[in-house]
């Protein structure tokens, strides 16, 4: 099976990517597509829309905070040709996220992506799932560790390494403010930021780096966003990691993730 979606830009100038998702034979309907979330999740009012059933209270820790989720269990999830039944996923207001991202009503996570080979065409905005067996990348990839969520290592200024969490789902580069400090990175002012959970809302700094590095891919340039949200966060995942790496890395480039092998690859855009 190899299937491929067409998929849209949640803003002009950003990453963040919206595919068409069918829900229980009905759809398809636009999800924020999240290597970030270790689970499914829909708006309440798309669960109210299909008639889904709560079976249980299941808060969970986002980047704004904590999430007031319940869990519901749906009969059929498709991305184009892919296809997973009884797949348990979570309901909660999506609030604040309608106002930064008002076009999707929920965010597929990688409780369905695991099973798959997924390839990002950034430059054509087109999403490929397929569980065909991938050939030789001739040492090209990088490994991850699919917790899950996936979580690589990564150098800032030649520093490190530290963990990452690979994060679709994101639309900025996140460090801990404590690793800035520690690194004596020049810190400036910077918009805040939205995220999942709480009020919506971070504070936010930024730096800039010289260089950002994972595996054999090297970004020269840039900055991340500081947000000091790592302590909960990492309480929540168990895991000692101290940034989030999403588009501004990947850039208009090709990005695969082989879930069943835990390889990620980065090759040049169209």
Known sequence: MRTTVAARRAADDGGLLLIPVTVNGQGPFLFVLDTGATRTMLDRG?????????????????????????????????????????????????????????????????????????????????????????PDDDGESLAFEMAPPPFTEAEIDGHGPF?????????????????????????????????????GTMRAQRADLK??????????????????????????????????LSYPFFGNRSVTFDFPNSRLCIRPGA
């Open 46 to 134: 798309l669960a109210d829309r299909l008639q889904l059933q709560s079976e249980g209270h299941r808060p969970g820790q986002g980047t704004g905070g904590i999430i007031d989720a319940h869990l519901t269990t749906l009969r059929g999830v498709d991305v184009g040709e892919a296809h997973r039944d009884s797949l348990e996923a979570g309901i909660l207001d999506w609030g604040a996220l309608h106002q930064h991202v008002p076009d999707s009503v929920g965010s597929l996570g990688v409780d369905f992506l695991r099973k798959y080979t997924m390839t990002i065409d950034y430059a054509r905005s087109a999403v490929t799932l397929t569980n065909e067996v991938q």
């Open 163 to 199: 963990q990452f969490v690979i994060d679709t789902g994101a639309d900025v580069n996140i460090l801990d403010p404590g690793i800035a400090v520690k690194l004596n990175l020049p810190m400036y002012p910077a918009e805040d930021q939205w995220g999942a959970g709480g009020s």
């Open 211 to 244: 260089s950002l590095t994972v595996g054999p891919y090297t970004r020269h340039g840039g900055s991340v966003t500081l947000i000091d949200v790592f302590g909960p966060l990492r309480a929540s995942a168990g895991r000692d990691f101290v940034g989030i």
